[in-house]
């Protein structure tokens, strides 16, 4: 597919965008469907053979018992030559759908990474996980029945009801019957298994999400004695995503079961029907077998066709369900607009105001802050005064909604975000490691890092003694998400990802407020080389940390309170002064 999915994908017209997704020319169609009908041809064979090797036996002065070996070796060769083109087949029918696959799993990966910051927030990591693996696996399960099971039995009906047509049109009336109890069924029990799969698939989703949510929170409900109420909480998902796939399996037994009694008994009413048209010397007795035969197919195709409606439902519920991902217009658009080749690191903001969805007053109100590059700028205040979102609208992860924001005189709305970051680096308060070696995660996204820039980096981030103590040094592994790792060289670790890519702008946002005193020392030692030279910007909850600021910003409710250096803000005695006092 030349163009991105979602060009193409809607979740609104799921046949269509199924063909979209397989990307297959019509003539490529056609030629899996002659291939198909080869393959199958055995089947469709057998009863037309057999009713002669029955006649030839019954009366052989009108069928000669000659023809009788003739017969078995057309049945023999066309079943061996379906061991060749089954496995072409399928090789054909696999290539199309593993790619869709593939396709699917990338294309909503990348997705994710178009999506805003904002989205994220208000997703469950658990439910996107689910959506890349368990929806795509659905939807590939569906295409691979419709490719064997479903084309088997359209072409079967087709070519049943066909030769019915030709031989003995009476018996239609027998065959047709079918469709209409076939409609019956689908129509009784569509909406109530497209209900189920969806509750099914959403509990599916809560469990992932709470698991993955228990699993992270192990350290803190093992330090609080609460393993019993955090394992009651897992099992209470745990059983309803038991009670929801049980309604959901005694709704598919009841719909298979139902279906199997219900041709059962078409099937056993079409021998009498035959029976008695061989009494009346409309047919002869091979053509029972025949026409029993074909019936049967019929009866074998639409048992299978009914069958396949729980994971047709399934497969259309994933594409509906990725299409709240692939279709989400809730992105960060950055086609057409300008490239950063260069950073200088200047920042303003007039009058900014920012709110978050649902959000009953404003976050950011009235903000306006002139910046020079190169200038050390600390925000402090009370719990939900504004300080993060400030760093965050600087980042480009939320959308000023009032006012504008100037990076080195560009309006930040003019500037493709993407390459703008690549001069920004961000040292978190909880710091994201994954469980490769030290080196790997400083290095993240950089592989063409020098040594000895890689050595001035872990000096500038206080990581020289550690590394050097190491038994493999940089290539130490550091466990999941860094766990043989303290909090403070979890940090510098932070830092130093930061550093090494040589950024022009800043942000540390809360870096030091989870750390002991000894820690703490040790990472505000590498702040104060890291800060050098750029224009940082520092979101702080311990005010001895930030001394050595430029400028300390002090937030309240969204807007400034305050304003000035660290000296200044102490002789006026106002609220950074009264918050200075409460941490002493």
């Not at 087949?89 to 696959?101: D, I, P, T, W």
């Not at 394992?231 to 959901?248: I, N, P």
């Amino acid at each position: 597919m030349s163009k991105p999915l979602e060009y193409d994908y809607r979740s609104s017209r799921p046949v269509r965008t199924l063909f979209y997704l397989l990307n297959r020319t019509w003539y490529q169609y056609l030629f899996l469907i002659l291939l198909f009908v080869i393959k199958l041809s055995p089947s469709w064979a057998t009863p037309f053979l057999l009713a002669r090797i029955i006649n030839t036996l019954a009366e052989p002065a009108e069928y000669p018992l000659e023809n009788l070996p003739f017969y078995f070796i057309v049945l023999a060769a066309l079943m061996l030559q379906n061991i060749l083109t089954h496995t072409f087949y399928v090789s054909l029918l696999s290539r199309s759908v593993r790619r869709m696959e593939k396709q699917l799993r990338s294309s909503v990966a990348h997705r994710f990474q178009q999506l805003s910051i904002a989205f994220h927030d208000r997703t469950e990591s658990g439910r996107l996980q689910i959506k890349v693996l368990r929806d795509v696996e659905q939807i590939q399960t569906m295409c691979m029945f419709l490719g064997e099971m479903g084309l088997s039995a359209a072409l079967t009906c087709l070519v049943a009801f066909s030769v019915t047509a030709f031989r003995e049109p009476r018996m239609l009336i027998f065959y047709i019957v079918l469709v209409p109890l076939s409609a019956g069924l689908r129509l009784l029990f569509r909406r109530q298994m497209r209900e189920r799969n969806r509750e099914f698939r959403s509990e599916v989703e809560q469990m992932s999400s709470e698991v993955t949510e228990m699993i992270s929170m192990i350290p803190v409900a093992r330090a609080h004695g609460l393993e019993t109420e955090a394992t009651q909480r897992s099992d209470e998902q745990f059983q309803a995503v038991h009670e929801q796939g049980r309604r959901l399996d005694m709704m598919n037994a009841l719909f298979s079961s139902s279906s199997w009694a219900t041709f059962q008994i078409t099937m056993l009413l079409g021998m009498a029907v035959l029976s008695w048209f061989c009494w009346k010397g409309w047919i002869n007795i091979g053509e029972i077998v025949l026409f029993q035969g074909l019936f049967g197919m019929i009866v074998q195709s639409v048992t299978g066709l009914l069958n396949m409606v729980p994971q047709l439902a399934k497969g259309m519920e994933s594409i509906r369900s990725l299409g709240e991902v692939i279709e989400c217009p809730d992105i960060e658009y950055n086609e057409g607009r300008r490239v950063v080749e260069s950073v200088k690191g200047d920042v303003r903001f007039e009058k900014v105001g920012f709110q978050y969805e649902n959000a009953t007053k404003d976050t950011i109100t009235d903000f306006s802050l002139k910046v020079k590059a190169g200038e050390c700028i600390a925000f402090v205040g009370e719990s939900g005064a504004g300080k993060s979102t400030v760093v965050q609208l600087l980042n480009g992860f939320h959308r000023a909604q009032k006012g504008t924001l100037f990076l080195d005189e560009t309006n930040i709305e003019e500037l493709d975000m993407r390459t703008f970051r690549r001069f920004v680096s961000v040292v978190p308060q909880e710091t994201v490691l994954f469980s490769g070696s030290m080196r790997e995660n400083i290095t993240y996204g950089r592989n063409d890092v020098a040594e000895k820039t890689l050595r001035q980096v872990l000096r500038l981030s206080n990581l020289t003694d550690m590394v050097d103590d190491l038994p493999e040094g940089l290539d130490t592994r550091i466990g999941e998400d860094g766990a043989l790792l303290s909090g403070g060289q979890r940090q510098r670790i932070a830092i130093a990802r930061a550093l090494v890519r040589d950024p022009s702008i800043l942000i540390l946002d809360e870096a030091t407020s989870a750390l002991d005193v000894v820690s703490e020392k040790k990472v505000q030692e590498a702040i104060d080389h890291a800060i050098q030279n750029r224009t940082t910007f520092i979101v702080a909850h311990r005010l001895s940390t930030i001394r050595q600021a430029d400028r300390i910003v002090v937030m309240k409710e969204g807007r400034i309170a305050e304003i000035g250096s660290y000296k200044e803000l102490i002789a006026r005695n106002g609220l950074f002064c009264e918050m200075q006092k409460l941490q002493h």
